[in-house]
């Protein structure tokens, strides 16, 4: 069973606008991590921010939030202010339980247009 | 720059062959993972290695090996080369091996098979 879907194989955004990035989990482990990270052309991948089932806020950092729905199994990453850089390939990820290991979804490839 | 190294950056070989990816975790970290990117298969988890032992085990074949040393450095062992285990490696590490902590990715070693 799918663990991790990205349903957006692409995304377009303008310079300075803000852009979401959708991710769905399933997991029936009340413990588990979700992760975003970026992936460039040059093809490393970047951590860009973190998100605990047990976390009462949803996470922040930069320009990078995300919006966690534990009710619905959503994280989605939000980028304001895009920037040419952002222009990657974005993963979301889980760990379930007190395993480590990553689940990847499929990715999202957002190009940001001046 | 993660602080994970990996070599070779690439490598080309004939089906059949063996070869041997390296990486050299951050400076502290005890854990390190093994993924395997593909446009097949996406990213995929295939081993982690925590203080020297396995600690958990994903999708890696039986033809594939890993270890990690006391120096933490760890290397990854593919033997009898097939076609389809052409992809992007990375190593991944972290301080601990369980519980909430980001994983930092290596540049990664891209695997040719010919």
């Known amino acids: 069973a799918q663990k991790i879907t990205q349903t957006q194989p692409g995304m377009f955004v303008q310079e300075k606008e803000a852009v979401t990035l959708d991710c769905t989990y399933d997991?029936?482990?009340?413990?588990?991590?979700l992760f975003w990270y970026k992936q460039p052309s040059s093809g490393e991948m970047i951590f860009l921010i973190y998100?605990?089932?047990?976390?009462?806020q949803n996470a922040t950092e930069g320009r990078y939030s995300l919006n966690f729905q534990k009710a619905r199994k959503s994280a989605n990453l939000v980028i304001s202010a895009s920037q040419l850089g952002d222009s990657a390939m974005y993963f979301c990820?889980?760990?379930?339980?007190?395993?480590?290991?990553?689940?990847f979804g499929t990715g999202t490839r957002l190009q940001v247009f001046p | 720059d993660s602080g994970v190294t990996q070599t070779p950056k690439h490598l080309i070989t004939a089906t059949g062959q063996r070869v041997t990816l390296r990486c050299s975790p951050r400076?502290?970290?005890?854990?390190v993972y093994w993924y395997q990117q593909s446009l097949d298969q996406g990213l995929q988890f295939l081993i982690q290695?925590?203080?020297?032992?396995?600690?958990a085990k994903g999708n890696i074949l039986e033809r594939f090996s890993a270890q990690q040393f006391p120096d933490l450095h760890s290397e990854l062992n593919l033997s009898s080369l097939e076609l389809g285990d052409s992809a992007l490696y990375f190593c991944?590490?972290?301080?601990?091996?369980?519980?909430?902590?980001?994983?930092?990715f290596g540049p990664g070693t891209r695997l040719t098979v010919l």
């Open positions: 990820a889980m760990r379930e339980g007190d395993t480590d290991k990553l689940i």
């Open positions: 997991t029936s482990d009340p413990s588990y991590g």
């Open positions: 290695y925590y203080n020297g032992e396995e600690r």
């Open positions: 400076s502290g970290d005890l854990s």
């Open positions: 991944a590490s972290s301080v601990v091996g369980f519980g909430h902590n980001e994983q930092f």
């Open positions: 998100q605990g089932s047990y976390d009462q």
